[in-house]
């Protein structure tokens, strides 16, 4: 669809235009959506605020899900009716409600021992979110949800905060084959479902080099992390070195080698793809300031 911009004005001023065309022009042209907008994310503050309050006083699990589930009711509405001059808020709702659902179900029933279970439902609950509203910044969050599985995540103490990968190897596997087949299929698939491969297979990227970053610098026992499923919590230091002495171990130097070669690699095969270029070129940087001071 293309799109002609004109200074209507202008043109009747320079006699290109007589008045009664340029109204006629003017009434073809599209609404400014700049008020439209702002009334919208106001309606946002003032639902979020709503929302708050009501937890507030009464902070029970079972308020917020069925808050999270009128904002996800709202939002399919907002979707199912095509309603443009609320599509800002069918999105704001459509996050807050899946954020919502996912919040309440890790509350009710996230314990430790059943921390992969639980992070595999709310990956999916956030998969088939951003599916259905076709949201960009949900897709984001799908490939974060498969590294917890795989014992990666985040923490935050004081003037502080921490990126932690207990399987680098696997890390470093999964998502290297991940972000590579969603670049490749990013083209393939028709406008946003296009996009949300892409974006999809960027954040895998970052996580893929967040594997290697963290391997370079302790190497990894391949497998460590998933032996607390499988029954083998450690209950002392002994037991640990003890598994560890029969568990296979990659060097920590093995990493850095494979991650400046994978980085080389991406800066001379994956030209067409400017994201994983730049990103390639700051991790190998990131490399090598890592590997001087270690």
Not at 39 to 45: G, K, S
Not at 198 to 219: D, K, P, Q, Y
Not at 242 to 249: E, V
Request: proline share 3%; with cysteine.
């Amino acid at each position: 669809m293309a799109k002609i911009i004109l200074d209507v004005d202008a043109l009747v001023a320079s006699g290109k235009l007589s008045t009664v065309e340029a109204d006629k022009l003017k009434s073809f042209a599209e609404p400014s959506r700049a008020v439209s907008t702002l009334v919208q994310v106001l309606y946002i503050f003032g639902a979020l605020g709503l929302a708050t309050g009501v937890v507030a006083l009464k902070p029970e699990p079972i308020v917020g899900l069925i808050l999270a589930l009128i904002a996800l009711g709202f939002a399919a509405w907002v979707q199912f009716t095509k309603n443009e001059s609320l599509s800002i808020l069918g999105i704001g709702m459509s996050l807050a409600g899946t954020l919502g659902v996912c919040g309440w179900f890790g509350t009710e029933f996230g314990t430790p021992t059943n921390a992969l279970l639980i992070n595999t439902v709310l990956t999916g609950l956030v998969l088939a979110s951003a599916l259905w509203f076709r949201s960009l910044f949900l897709i984001a969050l799908v490939p974060i949800g498969v590294a917890s599985m795989l014992g990666s995540g985040t923490m935050y103490w004081h003037a502080s905060y921490g990126i932690f990968v207990q399987e680098p190897t696997i890390t470093v596997i999964v998502f290297g084959i991940l972000a590579l087949g969603l670049f490749a299929l990013c083209y393939k698939l028709p406008d946003i479902r296009g996009m949300q491969a892409l974006i999809a297979a960027r954040v895998s990227w970052i996580i893929m080099n967040f594997g290697f970053w963290v391997g370079s610098l302790w190497g990894d026992y391949i497998g460590e992390h998933f032996q607390q499923y499988a029954g083998g919590q450690y209950t002392s230091y002994e037991e640990m070195e003890a598994w560890r002495l029969t568990a296979f171990h990659i060097p920590d130097y093995a990493f850095v080698i494979a991650w400046a070669l994978a980085s080389i690699a991406t800066i001379f095969y994956l030209k067409s793809h400017r994201f994983a270029v730049n990103a390639a070129i700051t991790f190998l940087a990131i490399n090598a300031y890592t590997q001087f001071f270690e």
